[in-house]
């Protein structure tokens, strides 16, 4: 059964898109990114026996459809300077295997190029002898990430400049 992810607060919610494969969350790395966070007032009516407490993500998972248009949904823009790539790489790839600068090389290195240095994170647990440095993973994620975490265009007749919103 699938879910709505929901956060306790703002700050959360923008952890978790920074947690997401989207271009924004890469971007993320360099840039000044903007972020919608829709704060949605439910009642207790409306989640009864659709709603489970998700004690690792600070927040709750509903189990049914939420209108985003809703009047109770109130929409807030929040900017977050660049986190910089180490800072991106700790989180972003957190879950990856990861080895310390000079027991691999990253296999983007171009033969005689200066040697991408810090660490290297893996592409899995399975195939340990891949490994990237965050600069690359970085630029893979701009290239290969969706744009938004949603499926189709929002419907809406908010004017929002980046085509990111999070619940």
């Known amino acids: 059964m699938s879910y709505i992810p929901l956060r306790d607060t703002a700050e959360f919610a923008i952890e978790s898109g920074m947690r997401g494969t ?4 890469a971007q993320a790395a360099h840039e000044m990114t903007v972020w919608w966070v829709a704060e949605v007032n439910l009642t207790a009516a409306a989640v009864a026996g659709n709603i489970t407490r998700a004690r690792d993500h600070n ?3 509903l189990y049914r459809s939420l209108s985003l248009s809703d009047r109770h949904t109130k929409w807030t823009q929040h900017r977050m ?3 910089g790539l180490p800072a991106w790489a700790e989180w972003f790839l957190r879950h990856r295997p990861v080895v310390q600068d000079g027991h ?3 296999l983007l290195r171009k033969p005689g ?7 290297l994170w893996g592409v899995s647990a399975s195939a340990c002898q891949e ?5 690359c993973w970085n630029y ?19 004017d929002f400049d980046s085509g990111f919103l999070l619940v």
């Open 59 to 61: 927040g709750w998972r």
């Open 22 to 25: 989207t271009k924004q969350a």
């Open 81 to 83: 300077d660049a986190v």
């Open 104 to 106: 691999a090389v990253c």
């Open 131 to 135: 490994y990237y440095c965050a600069a």
């Open 113 to 119: 190029a200066d040697p991408h240095s810090g660490k």
């Open 140 to 158: 893979h994620f701009q290239c290969a990430a969706d744009e938004s975490v949603f499926l189709e265009p929002l419907e809406t007749t908010e």
